[in-house]
């Protein structure tokens, strides 16, 4: 079974500045989906970005950009110019790729705050 | 175009009874996922529905159910409440299942109290 684990409860980032958010996942697969959402306190999960594993490049939209490490398992998240409307939960998700790869696995999230 | 819709925003039950949940999907999406998100945690899969057959399950009990309708619209079911089973209800949608290109659109979700 894939594992997704945020090890960061809560951080927060002044206005403008540059904040990462840590994830490690753990899965015996080689071919899937990495996902960051954002939920604000609206409770609606809104996809962030998206980064395919045969795929070496980082993924980046706007002001979103990831570090993905496939030996080490890690996909961290980059927040650039951080704007108050960042501000919310932070999930790190992963979804095999072949199979009945129907299911989202979550990590338990990051809270960010950002400061004014 | 609507998103996902989800009804109703809250509801408060007391325990040992029944709710049924419901979402409609993004008009064009066949399949329906269901969610469980316990607070202060991220969402737990409970099922996934494609042209109205149950393509994935969770690690949830047998109170669980759902179904998928001719116009792709989905119904959670829950038995026999319990005060563990307050959390907010997630939906999501896409336009197909098994494919993994296929993004899942979240709805807002229906937050269930159990007393």
């Known amino acids: 079974a894939q594992t997704v684990t945020q090890s960061q409860p809560e951080m927060s980032v002044q206005e403008a500045e540059t904040v990462t958010l840590s994830c490690t996942y753990d899965?015996?697969?080689?071919?899937?989906?990495l996902f960051w959402y954002k939920q604000p306190p609206s409770r609606q999960m809104i996809l962030v970005i998206r980064?395919?594993?045969?795929?070496?490049q980082n993924a980046t939209e706007n002001r979103f950009s990831v570090n993905f490490q496939k030996a080490a398992k890690s996909f961290s998240l980059k927040i650039s110019d951080s704007q108050l409307g960042d501000a919310a939960m932070y999930f790190c998700?992963?979804?095999?790729?072949?199979?009945?790869?129907?299911?989202?696995?979550f990590g338990k999230g990051t809270l960010l705050t950002v400061n004014p | 175009d609507a998103g996902v819709t989800q009804s109703p925003t809250h509801l408060i039950k007391t325990r040992g009874q029944q709710v049924t949940l419901r979402c409609s999907p993004i008009?064009?999406?066949?399949?329906v996922s269901w969610y469980q998100q316990v607070l202060g945690q991220g969402p737990q899969f409970i099922f996934q529905?494609?042209?109205?057959?149950?393509?994935g399950r969770g690690n949830f009990p047998d109170r669980f159910s759902a179904r998928q309708f001719p116009n792709y619209s989905s119904e959670l079911n829950v038995n026999a409440l319990l005060l563990g089973d307050s959390a907010l209800y997630l939906c999501?949608?896409?336009?197909?299942?098994?494919?993994?290109?296929?993004?899942?659109?979240f709805g807002p979700g229906t937050r269930l109290t159990v007393t």
């Open positions: 999501a949608s896409s336009l197909a299942a098994g494919q993994g290109r296929y993004e899942q659109y």
């Open positions: 899965t015996s697969e080689s071919d899937y989906y």
């Open positions: 980064q395919e594993a045969y795929k070496q």
């Open positions: 998700a992963y979804r095999n790729r072949g199979g009945s790869n129907y299911k989202l696995t």
């Open positions: 008009s064009g999406h066949k399949s």
């Open positions: 529905y494609y042209e109205k057959e149950e393509r």
